[in-house]
């Protein structure tokens, strides 16, 4: 019971709050920024409270991987329109990759990206740097300024990207050098593996045998290419003593690989996103160029083999790879698919698709928790201020209707990338955050963005590496006893 001279600005009364230990019917104080009670509180202590009877409050969802687009990109999504997209959804957390122009790959180009976006951020966010053959000796910077990791693709450098050759390790001798230079920083080093060589020899024979249909992306990507390529930053992952993490895994083969390396004791994490949890390469006809994606959309097999990673703690995240680009540039694919780019939004979409895989019984409440907050925040040393409905946590606080129903229309979308978000369009979704709070401040209200730019705030790894190290173990240690029930 809340003591009779403590104050609260703010409480959330009689949902049905998810924590760890299960889902209990309680209130939430807020006081500022933060969380200072839990329990049976006394409504006339608050300056404001919400009646939410009926409803789940779950811990604000955190985005482990979207490309907010600038600085470099602002023509295709805004930081502003991207954070806002990430409200609706019930992400307070958005986790931005370095793949901009200039690439996130110093000190310099960090701060200069940060003092740029700062000002129209709606929800909280956090910032990788670019690891690659480039950028060796920059690295260590870039984890000195506050970086919660970096970002690595197994390939050569791309032609339409300058500087990428930062982000980028086009040979095993590059990756290793990588991998050596990102674990002395002690941060994970999160890696987009596919065998680079073997997709373009197989999409340049689908080209010549004239095959331009939006499947034939998905033939040029097999599940081997994954597969390779994760068993392979495995083995270098090992030999550095990196935290290897795995961005999009979407095969079972990789599953299986890195099941085996935690099982083994190795320190390695990997995401999932739901396309590849909720839709398969059979959405391809009807979506076509706008569901090409890297790795590609995949069978119904290996999406069980994901649901099956997911929920037994080998894959331990949800991202979206939130990845907008323009109609005039997917739109070329419909006839020709190896003529538009790979990526697709999912920052709106997210949370509604998220709260049917509960509803169709695919994860409970505390799992989706678990997967969307928990597990990234102590991943990327953001626990225990971010991941979790506690006192002392930021008050970053989702409601949820479980029943509400919706058919996601892009048009209703946030993202300035919406005229080309037709992945998800004619979902029907079954649940729908109905108020999304950052650090205790409302930024969605169920139907409108009423939060301000630049409410959110830039979160660093907290502590020192020994107190990071501690969560991150503690992680390994949780998914170990699942593994062994």
Known sequence: MTAPEQRFDLVIRGGRVVT???????????????????????????????????????????????????????????????????????????LDMPCDIPPTSSAQTLAAKDRLIAPSAYVDYALYGCAGAGNLDR?????????????????????????????????????????????ATGLPSVIHAENDSVCALLGEELRRAGRNDPLAHALSRPPFAEEEAVQRALLLGRATGARVSFAHVSTAGAVARIRAAKAEGQQVT????PHHLLLTEDDLARVGPYGKINPPLRTA??????????????????????????????????????????????????????????????????????????????????????????????????????????????ADFQSAGRDAALLWDGFEATGAPVKTF?????????????????????????????????????????????HGS
Request: charged share 25%; proline share 5%.
């Open 301 to 410: 097999w290996h999406q069980a083999a994901l649901w099956e990673g997911l929920l037994d703690g080998t894959i331990d995240f949800v991202g979206t790879d939130h990845s907008p680009y323009l109609v005039s540039e997917k739109d070329p694919g419909w006839t020709r698919i190896w003529d538009a780019p790979s990526g697709a939004c999912g920052l709106d979409a997210a949370g509604r698709v998220m709260l049917t895989a509960v509803n169709q019984g695919r994860l409970t409440l505390v799992e989706l928790a678990e997967v969307m907050s928990r597990r990234a925040a102590k991943t990327f040393g953001l626990y225990p201020r971010k991941g979790e409905i506690r006192v002392g946590a930021d008050a970053d606080l989702v409601l949820v209707d479980l029943t509400r129903r919706s058919v996601i229309d892009h």
């Open 270 to 273: 990997a995401e999932a996103c």
């Open 139 to 183: 690295i260590a910077e870039l984890a000195e300024n506050g970086v919660v990791g970096y970002k690595t693709f197994m390939e050569p450098a791309f032609d339409d990207l300058p500087g990428s050759i930062d982000m980028c390790a086009p040979d095993d001798a590059a990756l290793f050098q990588v991998l050596r230079a990102v674990a």
């Open 20 to 94: 760890p230990s299960g889902v209990q019917n309680m209130d939430i104080g807020v006081r500022g920024a933060h969380i200072v009670a839990l329990g049976s509180l006394d409504p006339r202590a608050a300056d404001r409270v919400i009646e939410a009877a009926g409803l789940v409050v779950l811990p604000g969802l955190i985005d482990t991987h979207v490309h907010l687009r600038e600085p470099g990109y602002g023509h295709k999504e805004t930081f502003g329109a991207g954070t806002r997209a990430a409200a609706s959804s019930g992400i307070t957390t958005v």
């Open 438 to 482: 950052v650090r205790g401040t409302e930024v969605f209200d169920g139907t409108s963005i009423v939060g301000t730019p630049g409410h959110g705030i830039r979160i660093r790894p907290l502590g020192d590496e020994a107190k990071i190290g501690d969560h991150v173990t503690e992680l390994f240690t949780e998914r170990a006893g699942i």
